[in-house]
């Protein structure tokens, strides 16, 4: 053909020069950035798929931060902990040192009660001291706020942690279904109806017909008591009680109108740690009896010519029993009165009230308003992937929260300051209550630097691990989507130049052939 008005092959050159001159900047652009995909139109499915892998990356990468700082800040709270726990240590030498009288003066033992209240006075300065960028750590500013708490059903509350997830607060329902109780033994003192005394002839009332030796343990100690004939039952109840502090056991009448009615030898403390045990030695006659209720329940037994009811068991050993309570819906089995309940909603520690557990059918419901520390650990914010824990405050007013006796002879909780000077249990007071006091003291320190550490190892660490896993794979899965490949790159890049030399040489070739027309003029 010798058209001049449309060049085709010339029209052909100049497209596929344009399409390989694109290809020539793309595959210059992916080698300049290092990216396969620089806009949305290079990978639109791409770039969608690529943009949420980015932005999930982020997110991991600011959950590792978090947790590296929830380490700091758990680390510089232990750190506090770790100082309160030697002192407290320090404390429970003074107080023992102090109760060896024979071998301290008054002024040695005035001594440690100044140095004792020194360091209490340094507990109460680390707790309201210790912090991580002007965060309170152990000044009660991280523990939660209770609502509802009744002393008479429950004394001591403590909430170690709790998941609100969309909640603002947390009811905790306490019902008992089974009560505490202490190790009960009962001794039929129906002397005058004994039927084999004397040939037959019965006792005098309260008045113990042989003499008997007998030993009497408890979970805190053993002693051989030697009961003399004539012995009354209020002789053989003061000299049991004379010697509770040594075998953790109290004696006391049947009835308290009728001290004849016969004796209960019971456990100080109740749960199944706790038992009573009295075998006799030496002496005594097979009437002296020794009884426990075969169902373990409440009620005293009801002797009748030496022979207990049918509900009793003759023994000379019982053992407590555990409250039982439903704690939000779920059975949990008791330590005595104490009540601990870990689980992922909800970490408890409760002390109940006397009365309260060993009522069954009793109910109780205070409520978590709120506080404790939220550690937000995972990419995304929802409960799952937040862990909130609770830091009570270990100042002397609120460290060793124990449900002690007071000057009245009433239940009341007293705490770590009533160690200082001029307090209940300071070294000139009740020494016995002193060591209990400190012993729930370093108790709850070493309890909570254990659940602290705990979180730190088995939480934070696993956690950090684990996401550092996610950001390889995920930054791995983004890398084969979005980065370009060199190798391929350069390929194509020198496809790209070869083509677009070509087409150039090609598009002067078919501007030469419209030129060739002029021949025909000649």
Known sequence: MARINSNIPSLIAQFNLQQANSGLELRL???????????GADDPAGLIVSERLRSELEAINQGVKNSERASNVISTTEGGLSEVSQLLNSIKSLVVEAANTGAFSAEEIE??????????????RIANTSSFAGLKLLNGSLAYG???????EVAIAKVNGVTFADRSTVDVDIDVIGSAQTA???????????PTLSGGAGGVSDSLPRRMTVEVAGPDGVIELGLASGSSNQDII???NARSAITGVEAAAVSAADVSSGIVFSSVEFGTEAFVSVKTLSGGHADYQFARMSNDGAGAPAWSLGVPNPSWVIADKDDGKDTVVLLN????????LQIKARGQELDVNLLLDETFGTTVGGSSTFTITGGGALFQLGPQVNANQQVNIGVQSVSATRLGGTLL???????EVQFLSSLKSGGSNSLRGNLTNSSKILEQAIDEISSLRGRLGAFE???????????QSGIENITAAGSIIRDADFAAETAELTRAQVLAQSSTSVLALANQQAQQVLSLLG
Do not use: M
């Open 29 to 39: 652009q992916r080698l300049a950035t290092g990216l396969r995909i620089n806009r």
């Open 329 to 336: 819906g779920a059975v949990v089995t008791g330590s005595g």
């Open 184 to 194: 009960n033994l009962y001794f039929n003192t129906d002397y005058v109806n004994f």
């Open 405 to 411: 006796s007071n000057a009245a002879g009433s239940p």
């Open 457 to 467: 190892r088995n939480v934070l660490d696993t956690n950090i691990r684990s996401l």
């Open 146 to 152: 209770l609502s509802g708490v009744i002393p008479s």
């Open 111 to 124: 001594a440690n009660q100044l140095q004792i209240d020194s360091a209490i006075d340094s507990i109460t």
């Open 238 to 240: 003061d000299a049991i």
